[in-house]
């Protein structure tokens, strides 16, 4: 992929990306390739969409792996992160993880099943692939950047994603916790918390729905999956050397809106 000049230079090191085969994550993937990464393009249920953006990466110059690992389990989060490392010659510098759902159900429908999905889903995938990445990053003895991607919604909350929302405040401290605790390796742990990000078909599936968020955003749109993409490679790069155990919210302003 043609080196995009106004990104950080992230030349020769190797990036996992996981729910790349989702819009954000397919966002996230392109931007580590357009700053140079090579780039392990991970997916689940979609797998096709990841193969297919390993071809745009690769048709654009760039380098990249397709993966597939169900994420709730323990064992696929350690083969993923080995199966990246491998592929790396034994580096991997960068782990984003964007995989997630994002239900919607009422708090008084919701079923305690339906509430450890979204909490094995959103939490436990994103505590079994810190684990296993920083392990690789220890071993390597060179440090590493991981960005888990959360929301807005982790300190705001909207009805019917109490489960969602829950899920993306643990998500919130625990990247704290591993911040803490993974420092002394060279290990900086960050989030990101989307806004409002545009898909295909948003505006005429929920269009009251995007109004508000344009009327509240000072910037006065939406965002884009790219938009995510180049914060999270900014916390990967050295120009966030010294950022560790924060997050940076990236919604066009709109937490910046007074809610009286």
Not at 22 to 36: D, L, S
Not at 68 to 89: F, H, K, Q, S, Y
Not at 139 to 158: D, F, K, L, Q, Y
Not at 196 to 201: A, C, F, H, N, S
């Amino acid at each position: 992929m043609t080196r995009d000049a106004g990104l950080p230079d992230l030349g020769g090191r190797v990036a996992l990306v996981t729910g790349a085969s989702g819009g954000i994550g397919a966002g996230v993937a392109r931007r580590f390739a357009a700053a140079g990464a090579a780039v392990v393009v991970h997916g689940h249920r979609r797998a096709g969409r990841a193969r297919e953006l390993v071809g745009e990466i690769e048709a654009g110059g760039g380098r990249a792996l397709a993966a597939r690992a169900d994420l709730t389990r323990e064992e696929e989060c350690e083969r993923l992160v080995a199966e990246a490392v491998a592929w790396g010659a034994g580096r991997l510098d960068a782990l984003v993880h964007c995989a997630g759902v994002q239900p919607v159900r009422a708090l008084a429908d919701l079923t305690a099943a339906e509430w450890r999905q979204v909490a094995d889903a959103n939490v436990t995938s994103a505590f079994a692939c810190t684990q296993a990445a920083a392990r690789a990053m220890r071993e390597r003895g060179a440090g590493g950047s991981i960005v888990h991607v959360a929301s807005i919604e982790g300190t705001r909350p909207a009805p019917g994603h109490a489960h969602y929302c829950a899920s993306k405040a643990a998500l919130l401290m625990f990247a704290r916790s591993a911040a803490l605790e993974y420092g002394p390796d060279g290990i900086r742990v960050n989030t990101v918390s989307p806004g409002l990000i545009d898909r295909p078909g948003l505006a005429r599936d929920w269009p009251e729905g995007v109004d508000r968020w344009r009327a509240a955003a000072p910037l006065g749109r939406l965002g884009t999956p790219e938009d995510i993409g180049d914060a999270c490679v900014f916390l990967a790069s050295g120009a966030a050397a010294w950022i560790s155990g924060s997050d940076l919210v990236v919604d066009g302003g709109v937490s910046a809106r007074p809610t009286w």
